[in-house]
T-cell receptor, first 111, second 112 residues
Framework: GDSVTQMEGPVTLSEEAFLTINCTYTATGYPSLFWYVQYPGEGLQLLLKATKADDKGSNKGFEATYRKETTSFHLEKGSVQVSDSAVYFCALTGSARQLTFGSGTQLTVLP | DVKVTQSSRYLVKRTGEKVFLECVQDMDHENMFWYRQDPGLGLRLIYFSYDVKMKEKGDIPEGYSVSREKKERFSLILESASTSQTSMYLC???????????FGPGTRLTVT
C-alpha cells in the first residue's frame, strides 16, 4: 500500500537558518503530494501541494519539488522564523484519493 | 472562510463510557473524515463518509462507529471507551472532486 516516510524530529534551528525536512514516498500510479502544517493547539493546514512530476509547490517561503525519479518531496525554506515553529506532515493521495500521512516532524525555531 | 468545527477541544471520559465526538463543516462538502493523531504515528484514518448516510472504514475502525445524518455533520462514536483510545481526534472535510482536505482544531480525548 501507499506509505510516506519523513525525517524524524525534533528539529531545532536558529532564526534565519536554512530548513530541509526530507520526505520520501511509496505509491502506485501517480500520487499527489502535500505538506501540511500544524501550529500549536490547532488543526492541520495545507501548506503546499504538487500534483505531477517536476511540479514545485510553494507558499509562505516554503518550497517542495515533486521528484518522481527519487520518489521524494522534500520541504525547504531559506530563512526560518520563530513563527514557523510547528509540526510538519508530508502526505500523499493515491488512486483511492485518501490521504496517507508521514509521522510528522516537530520544528522549533529559536530567536 | 472555510470552517470545520469540533464540539470539544478537551474531553475526559471514564473507561466503558459511550463517547460522542461531533464535527460540523459549513462548506457544503460531500466528503468527511475522522482521524486520530498519535506521536510518532502521524494521522491514521478511522472512518470516512462520501455523502449523507454513507460511511466507509478507514485503516483503524475497530472500537469506533460513525453517523452522518446531515451533510454538514459527521459524528464519531466510541461505543465503550478504553484507555487505548486516548488520543487527539481530527475531523476533516473535502469537496467531492478535490484532493484538499480542511481540518478542524481537534479534540484531545483522555480516557481514564
Amino acid at each position: 500500500g501507499d506509505s510516506v516516510t519523513q525525517m524524524e524530529g525534533p528539529v531545532t534551528l536558529s532564526e534565519e537558518a536554512f530548513l530541509t525536512i526530507n520526505c520520501t514516498y511509496t505509491a502506485t500510479g501517480y500520487p499527489s503530494l502535500f505538506w501540511y502544517v500544524q501550529y500549536p493547539g490547532e488543526g492541520l493546514q495545507l501548506l503546499l501541494k504538487a500534483t505531477k512530476a517536476d511540479d514545485k509547490g510553494s507558499n509562505k517561503g516554503f518550497e517542495a519539488t515533486y521528484r518522481k525519479e527519487t520518489t521524494s518531496f522534500h520541504l525547504e525554506k531559506g530563512s526560518v522564523q520563530v513563527s514557523d515553529s510547528a509540526v510538519y506532515f508530508c502526505a500523499l493521495t493515491g488512486s483511492a484519493r485518501q490521504l496517507t500521512f508521514g509521522s510528522g516532524t516537530q520544528l522549533t525555531v529559536l530567536p | 472562510d472555510v470552517k470545520v468545527t469540533q464540539s470539544s477541544r478537551y474531553l475526559v471520559k471514564r473507561t466503558g463510557e459511550k463517547v460522542f465526538l461531533e464535527c460540523v463543516q459549513d462548506m457544503d462538502h460531500e466528503n468527511m473524515f475522522w482521524y486520530r493523531q498519535d506521536p510518532g504515528l502521524g494521522l491514521r484514518l478511522i472512518y470516512f463518509s462520501y455523502d449523507v448516510k454513507m460511511k466507509e472504514k478507514g485503516d483503524i475502525p475497530e472500537g469506533y462507529s460513525v453517523s452522518r445524518e446531515k451533510k454538514e455533520r459527521f459524528s464519531l462514536i466510541l461505543e465503550s471507551a478504553s484507555t487505548s483510545q486516548t488520543s487527539m481526534y481530527l475531523c476533516a472535510s473535502r469537496r467531492q472532486r478535490s484532493h484538499e482536505q480542511y481540518f478542524g482544531p481537534g479534540t484531545r480525548l483522555t480516557v481514564t
